[in-house]
Nanobody
Framework: QVQLVESGGGLVQAGGSLRLSCAAS????????MGWFRQAAGKEREFVAA????????YYANSVKGRFAISRDNAKNTVYLQMNSLKPEDTAVYYC?????????WGQGTQVTVSS
């Protein structure tokens, strides 16, 4: 089983930056990808960014390309999401996700609020 602990959420002004962290623990040896999703109030959860664990290949939703950057530290089993040029529409609960060979795991979510 894998446990995910997220941090870094908060309240920022439009145009500001924030960095989210997601630390994975447990049986992480079989992990091959981690990513971020978000869910705004009243909306369905949507994909934000992902990264392959070994190769570091990255993927982004069109809405965040050029503004967000995902990265990982294999030694720390941690994935980061650097969010720049934040917009009010980025306001959501951000969830970390890890994909393993047997199952997917989700973090508890961290709130990001961007004020206009």
């Amino acid at each position: 089983q894998v446990q995910l602990v997220e941090s870094g959420g908060g309240l920022v002004q439009a145009g500001g930056s924030l960095r989210l962290s997601c630390a994975a623990s447990g049986r992480t040896a079989s992990s091959y990808a981690m990513g971020w999703f978000r869910q705004a109030a009243g909306k369905e959860r949507e994909f934000v960014a992902a990264i392959s664990w070994s190769g570091g290949n990255t993927y982004y939703a069109n809405s965040v390309k050029g503004r967000f950057a995902i990265s990982r530290d294999n030694a720390k089993n941690t994935v980061y999401l650097q969010m720049n040029s934040l917009k009010p529409e980025d306001t959501a609960v951000y969830y970390c996700k890890v994909v393993t060979t047997v199952d997917d795991y989700w973090g508890q979510g961290t709130q990001v609020t961007v004020s206009s």
